[in-house]
């Protein structure tokens, strides 16, 4: 299994940014894909999940913020990522639900 996230880059506070995630070597449309995110000195945390059937789930950090999505003929999971906040500033890693894999993620940062 292979994840490649991209899409993360320096935005103001306030701003806006779409992440997305490529990921091959599985079944993707038949796989829950979640979105987490890691900041420095702080432990893995969920961002948001996107079943197989296309139900979202958001943190209640995010919630009304991000959006996630699938492309299922892209094998690809988006972060819609609105309302910056400097607390949003992490390396966000995509990975399907039912596997262990973590791939190198791609990092945000919000200035203030």
């Known amino acids: 299994v292979q994840l490649q996230a991209s899409g993360g880059g320096l935005v103001q506070a306030g701003g806006s940014l779409r992440l997305s995630c490529v990921v091959s070597g599985i079944i993707f449309s038949g796989n829950t894909m979640d979105w987490y995110r890691q900041a420095p000195g702080n432990q893995r945390e969920w961002v948001a999940t996107?079943?197989?059937?296309?139900?979202?789930s958001y943190a209640d950090s995010v919630k009304g913020r991000f959006t996630i999505s699938r492309d299922n003929a892209k094998n690809s999971v988006y972060l819609q990522m609105n309302s910056l906040k400097a607390e949003d500033g992490a390396v966000y890693y995509c990975?399907?639900?039912?596997?262990?894999?973590w791939g190198q993620g791609t990092l945000v940062t919000v200035s203030s």
């Open positions: 996107i079943t197989q059937m296309d139900i979202p």
């Open positions: 990975t399907p639900r039912r596997y262990n894999i």
